[in-house]
């Protein structure tokens, strides 16, 4: 949520220990609570593991090892989100990283969502959310059809956590002519095949590509994601 994760578990795309190893080879050293988020095996564990790690999330992401995808992410959905009125929701709003960011921009009607209620704890303290819910978004929302004109979501789409068929309700909540912003972690795009979604999407006419590049995710690990940024056109 931005958690480096929406807390919700998508258990099939969870990696078998020798891909675990292997990244965690590739990516650098990790904290051990961030091993426990990224490697856990059911939603329990995830949601205690984001229970043990909620007071120190944002020190540890971002002070100590330069979590940048929430500012990344920001930065693109406001090139095109010209109203600082619109209704944004924060999928997988976490402690509520972006949703600051935001809210410093001038964009202040800001709700959030996430799987675990001691990362929602966080994200009210800062008192910029105007509702939060806890929600797990890899099942339906109970939130209607075309209600905001904006949602991004950082960190969501990453190992373990949730997969890309999720993207199907950040659709169908956003208004026509609306934009959703996402990040993906680079691993979870190549194993959890992204494209094959987007462009199935793409050709059904639910949304239409505004921009889409590579970034940096967490700088010390030198991982990195994909920023997306697709317009609603259904």
């Known amino acids: ?8 578990l998508d258990l099939p795309a ?24 990224l490697n856990a095996s059911c ?5 205690a593991a984001y229970r043990d790690w909620a007071e120190r999330y944002d020190t540890d992401l971002v002070d100590e090892m330069g979590y940048v995808a929430p ?6 959905l ?20 972006v949703g600051s ?4 921009c001038g964009y202040t009607n800001i709700e959030g969502v996430d ?4 990362m929602l704890e966080q994200a009210a303290e800062k008192g910029i959310y105007r509702a939060l819910i806890e929600a797990d978004l890899t099942n339906a929302l109970n939130i209607a059809d075309r209600q905001y004109d904006a949602v991004i979501s950082v960190g969501t789409f990453t190992c373990g956590h949730v997969g890309p068929q999720a993207l199907d309700e950040l659709v169908r909540i956003t208004k026509k002519g609306g934009y959703i912003c996402f ?20 050709a059904a006419g639910a949304w239409e590509m505004k921009e889409m590049h590579t970034a940096d995710y967490i700088r010390q690990e030198g991982a990195s994601c994909k920023a997306c940024l697709y317009r609603i056109t259904q």
């Open 43 to 47: 939603k329990q564990e995830l949601k």
């Open 101 to 104: 960011i935001m809210h410093k």
């Open 183 to 202: 990040t993906v972690r680079e691993q979870a795009w190549e194993e959890d095949r992204y494209i094959p979604k987007i462009e199935a999407m793409t």
């Open 71 to 76: 500012k990344v992410a920001s930065d693109l």
């Open 14 to 37: 969870i990696k078998n220990s020798t891909n675990t190893i292997n990244r965690g080879e590739r990516m650098g050293i990790r904290k051990p609570i961030h091993e426990r988020v």
């Open 78 to 97: 406001l090139k095109y989100l010209n109203d600082p009125n619109a209704r944004i929701l924060d999928a997988g709003c976490g402690t509520g990283l």
């Open 115 to 118: 799987y675990s209620p001691d």
């Open 1 to 8: 949520m931005d958690t480096e994760g929406l807390l919700a």
